[in-house]
């Protein structure tokens, strides 16, 4: 990345900047240098009232009747300049998630299998070769993105979304791998599905995963699905 590298910082509505960057000059890191520094700004939160993340940019939200947009634009002009990319902590603890792809729990591994002439095997041993990152948090509440997925695991979303997924499933389309926490509806294809309690109510952070957290899958067989969840009733 060049040394005078600064990503743009546009006005968003009345009361926000968008603040991008250009995949080009990060060569690669363009999804972890926007989480970086996202959660840089977050410490400053006196200043803002919110830092909202995607993939590629993220809005820093203000409170237009106690600051002005010249005065905000300059506070957070000055503290992207003080951001150091390098220095910043990326080693987020690994998350290890266990997955059954059997049958019963991931209703779209045959067909994935069939369309990327792979064997069930295969496609298992290609989805958890690899460690995660999840990029952005959203669509339902808890969803999470994971890239990079394998290339060979490329596929489009199904023409025909399931009204209801089992909480855990575990879904793929394009680049990315995702988890729906909740369950719900959803139009990826479905190849697996973790017993893994990844949203508590109680808790102070209900979801497990959060951006920037690295994530790896471990296949399970049924019965440890079963003695997973017996488990996690006691």
């Known amino acids: ?33 926007i989480l970086a520094l996202a959660k ?4 400053f939160e006196g ?11 993220f809005a820093v939200r203000f409170n237009p009747l106690e600051i002005s947009v010249a005065n905000a634009y300059k506070q957070l002009d ?10 910043s902590n990326q080693n987020h603890p690994i998350v290890n998630i266990p997955v059954c792809y059997s049958d019963g729990f ?19 041993e290609q989805h958890t070769s690899v460690t995660y990152r999840v990029t952005v ?38 680049h990315r791998t995702g988890i729906y926490p909740l369950g719900g509806p959803g139009g990826w294809q479905i190849i697996g599905c973790s017993p893994m309690a990844l949203f508590d109510p109680s808790s102070e952070n209900p979801f497990k995963l959060s951006t920037g957290m690295r994530v790896k899958f471990t296949a399970i067989s049924p019965e440890q699905f079963h003695q997973y969840k017996t488990q996690r009733r006691q």
Do not use: C, H
Not at 40 to 43: A, D, M, Q, S
Not at 106 to 124: F, G
Not at 150 to 172: K, N
């Open 106 to 124: 991931a209703p779209d591994l045959q067909i994935v299998a069939q369309e990327k002439s792979l064997s069930i095997d295969d496609v298992v």
């Open 40 to 43: 840089y700004l977050r410490r």
């Open 137 to 174: 948090i959203g669509f339902t509440p808890g969803f999470a993105y994971l890239g990079d997925l394998p290339e060979a695991l490329f596929m489009p979303r199904r023409s025909v979304p399931r009204l209801y997924l089992q909480p855990g499933s575990i879904g793929i389309t394009g």
């Open 47 to 57: 200043t803002w009232i919110d830092v909202i993340s995607a993939e590629e940019s």
């Open 1 to 33: 990345m060049k040394k005078n590298f600064k990503p743009s910082i546009t006005q968003f509505g009345d009361d926000a900047f968008l603040v991008r960057a250009e995949a080009k000059e990060l060569q690669g890191k363009l999804n972890e240098y």
């Open 78 to 87: 000055e503290k992207i300049d003080a951001f150091n990319f390098q220095k």
